[in-house]
């Protein structure tokens, strides 16, 4: 996570079958998560539009 800028903020799924979505914000050196809510992502799939 060092290329997140001072200020910034990640949001991202965490977990494998319960997943959360997480709020990573940086501040100087150090690193604040907070849960957002529980969500399920679908796995993205190869291929074209029908």
Do not use: H, W, Y
């Not at 290329?3 to 690193?31: A, K, M, T, Y």
């Not at 604040?32 to 074209?48: C, D, H, M, W, Y």
């Amino acid at each position: 996570m060092l290329q997140l800028q001072d200020g910034g903020r990640l949001i991202i799924p965490v977990g494998e079958l319960q997943q959360q979505l997480l709020c990573v914000e940086r501040s100087q050196d150090q690193f604040f998560s907070t849960v957002i809510e529980a969500v399920k992502f679908v796995p993205l799939v190869n291929g074209g539009l029908a």
